[in-house]
């Protein structure tokens, strides 16, 4: 019994090892990593100066067309991230703020998003390879349930988030395959799609009555003088729960209400996208609203 | 609770530790806690069917004791007839009832005849199949007087419910394990240690090469109509590689469990993708299922003896059957229907046991011929799993007419963002693997085996897929 003790401690020894060494390499190809996604780019990017920095979902992503404002002489980026929540916008304005970006304008998409504080998994695991390489990334993550596990167990990140950032990401990042995440300055057009979902039910979607990370946002700007502007977007005409857009300007006055912009099922992908056409129409709005001078 | 779970990981050790340590003054002490850590594991399902397996254990162990203590014929086949029709008939009910109501609902709506089905509102217990077939294979066995009734009720519902093979097999037989049971086990450090092995390589099996192909074989099959000729060969090779990883992997971990407890389970596979011919695959694919249709089902009938019609009936019964057993669905059936087809030419050519001997390469045309009737063997094994695997047999049947007609063989994106030939290399290395240990039970022992634990380890680690968290394809049947 002794002996099958002690190669057992050797087995799990050798375990361990391999998990840190893993763990060393995959952190290590990540921290080079460059034209894969908007968070590995901020991440390992410096000090930049934009007019315009635009901030949500994919609601944010399919909607604001960043070449409209470049051709104002804004100087623009489009950091919506489809799936994400306000959970990650905000852990991408940190790390923007960490890295000295001087920004004037942000403007943020937040509507059905404010409706939860969760992280989104999908989105927020890109953060986690660098954990252990931004006291932002581990502060921000710190009150998340798994937290002990993601920080203190060796290549336990990779292995639970195998999917986004486990071998397959790793290898493309290593051959620096390129993805489509920063083609259009971030902005991703949609087309208009035959059998496009043109229906929505959001009725028992209500939002926070304070959304961590939304007040997150508010206090980051006013505290680094970024101008914060929050927009909600539009969907299609057949929505059930229409009234979730009047709840939230009823719980965030300061919120501009941007839904009725744009309504023709001709400009959406499916009902909560617009495709290029209605996501122009509804840049130019914006514009003219908010940077007409 | 499953093998590949972090609860098991839990489990495990805490059971191992009290078995060798705490509970290991006597045989009786062992078994009890071996029982009573088998249905806190088969609990951690659903607690509620504990009461069918440990009735289902009470009526086999008290039927055979009355099988063996029975004077008279009559009273003999009486308490025979009533254990295997309370078995079959759980089994009946809680697997197969629906399938019955709602094909003959079918069959009389087909005819004009407006029928609609009472379905039972049941969830399959989890291992049914497993323990019922544990149990009938005891009771059979005292009937025919091959074995003595087993008195010690905590031994023989050791037998029954040991957790390492109580869900998804390999079913065993009285003569094997219950022997072991009657007497106190020693710690063996051999054995032990081929007991870590196999888990290991059963861990590469399920999470590096079974779910990782169930990713690609999902995105495949689900969306067969849009999948071009390539793609849709790809996609019967993931899932020939899927289900033998899955449920082999299952087995070697089964079977890795127990050796820590000093307990030998009957070996469920022997590399079947290198059988040479149907018979040979049979002989090496879930051999714990096909000896025991054959040893309770085919001989009794008659076997291969007696006349040409006899062998074909015969053949048939136990191939669709054995399809049968693993669910209540047509598919399962022409799995089997399709098996028997393979099989019966060999069988009235009287060539059903040429491949007997182990398989040796050299340089030569005869070599080239072994390998010729592997492919070709592995090529008829990917045709029935598209049954196995298809929702119904139009789909099935549709998935193969695709196949061949569709005629594209580019590579196509898939569902699941990855492209579909991205997997083959990964197949490739682990088919070379199990070629070059085809002789042994397992890859990882012999020399450099804490080399060849730490690349198991590293490929479960850095390829294998947790995400996408699949349960094993057996628990369901």
């Known amino acids: ?293 | 609770m499953f093998f590949n779970s972090l609860a098991f990981a839990i489990f495990l050790p805490i059971v191992f530790f009290l078995y060798w340590f705490v509970f290991n003054k006597t045989k009786s002490t062992q078994n009890a806690l071996l029982i009573i850590a088998s249905y806190y594991f088969y609990s951690c399902w659903d607690w509620r069917f504990l009461f069918l397996l440990v009735f289902s254990t009470f009526l086999d162990y008290y039927t055979g004791i009355q099988i063996e203590k029975g004077k008279t014929e009559r009273s003999r086949k009486f308490w025979f007839w009533l254990s295997i029709i309370v078995n079959l008939g759980f089994l009946g009910v809680f697997k197969y009832y629906n399938f019955f109501a709602e094909s003959f609902s079918e069959l009389l709506n087909s005819v004009g005849i407006q029928a609609s089905p009472i379905l039972l509102s049941v969830i399959l217990p989890v291992g049914i199949s497993f323990y019922t077939f544990h149990g009938l294979s005891y009771v059979i066995d005292i009937y025919l007087k091959r074995i003595k009734a087993e008195y010690n009720f905590v031994d023989y519902s050791l037998f029954v419910s040991y957790f390492p093979l109580l869900v998804a097999g390999p079913i065993e037989r009285a003569t094997h394990l219950l022997p072991q049971v009657k007497v106190k086990r020693e710690f063996n450090f051999e054995m032990a240690k081929e007991g870590i092995y196999q888990i290991i390589w059963g861990l590469v099996k399920k999470v590096v090469i079974a779910d990782t192909c169930a990713t690609y074989a999902n995105a495949i099959f689900d969306n067969y109509t849009s999948m071009n000729s390539f793609s849709l060969i790809l996609g019967a090779i993931y899932f020939a590689f899927q289900i033998y990883g899955d449920f082999s992997g299952y087995s070697d971990i089964a079977l890795g469990v127990s050796k820590l407890f000093g307990l030998d389970l009957l070996r469920n596979f022997n590399y079947p993708y290198f059988s040479r011919d149907i018979a040979e695959f049979w002989r090496r694919w879930h051999i714990s299922l096909s000896s025991w249709f054959r040893d309770y089902l085919y001989i009794p009938l008659g076997g291969s003896k007696g006349g040409i019609w006899m062998k074909i009936r015969n053949t048939f019964i136990i191939f669709v059957v054995s399809g049968f057993w693993h669910g209540a669905n047509w598919t399962y059936v022409a799995w089997g229907f399709i098996n028997a087809v393979y099989f019966l030419p060999l069988l009235l050519s009287n060539s059903n046991r040429n491949n007997m001997d182990a398989i040796v390469l050299k340089w030569n045309f005869s070599s080239a011929k072994v390998i010729m009737n592997i492919l070709y063997t592995f090529l008829l094994t990917c045709v029935a799993w598209v049954f196995f695997r298809a929702r119904t047999i139009t789909d099935a049947v549709e998935y193969l007419k695709r196949m061949i007609t569709n005629k594209s063989f580019s590579f196509q994106y898939l569902d699941n963002e990855r492209y579909n030939y991205e997997l083959l290399l990964m197949i490739g290395i682990f088919v070379l693997v199990e070629w070059n240990n085809r002789n042994k039970v397992e890859p990882l022992s012999g020399k450099k085996s804490l080399l060849k634990i730490a690349l198991a380890i590293t490929a479960i680690m850095a390829f294998g897929t947790f995400s996408d968290y699949k349960e094993f394809i057996y628990f369901q049947f």
């Open chain 1, 1 to 293: 019994m002794k002996r099958f003790l002690i190669y057992t401690g050797i087995i799990i020894v050798i375990t361990i090892l391999i998990a840190v060494g893993l763990d060393g390499i995959y952190t290590r190809i990540f921290m080079e990593s460059k034209n894969r996604g908007k968070i590995e780019t901020v991440i390992n990017s410096k000090a930049k100066k934009y007019d315009v920095v635009i901030l949500g979902s994919s609601r944010a992503n399919n909607h604001f067309v960043s070449q409209l404002f470049e051709d104002k002489g804004l100087k623009t980026f489009n950091f919506g991230m489809s799936g994400g929540h306000l959970f990650e916008a905000s852990l991408l304005l940190k790390l923007m703020i960490e890295r000295k970006y001087e920004i004037k304008n942000v403007i943020l998409e937040a509507d059905l998003n404010l409706s939860n504080d969760q992280e989104a998994e999908g989105v927020s695991t890109k953060f986690l390879p660098y954990i252990h390489n931004s006291e932002v990334i581990k502060k921000h993550f710190y009150d998340e349930e798994n937290f002990n596990e993601l920080y203190y167990i060796p290549f336990y990140r990779y292995v639970k988030y195998d999917s986004e950032i486990g071998f397959r990401e790793v290898y493309k990042t290593l051959i620096v395959e390129k993805t489509n995440a920063l083609d259009n300055l971030g902005y991703y057009p949609l087309v208009k799609h035959k059998n496009g979902n043109m229906k929505n039910n959001i009725v028992n979607l209500n939002p926070l009555p304070h959304n961590k990370y939304y007040e997150e946002i508010k206090s980051l700007c006013k505290t680094n003088n970024i101008n914060l502007i929050t927009v909600m977007t539009p969907m299609c005409e057949n929505v059930v729960g229409m009234n979730y857009f009047d709840k939230v300007k009823k719980t965030y006055p300061e919120i501009y209400n941007y839904e009725n912009v744009v309504k023709e099922d001709k400009y959406f992908s499916s009902c909560g996208h617009m495709n290029d056409n209605g996501a122009r129409i509804f840049t130019a709005r914006i514009l003219n609203d908010f940077f007409n001078k």
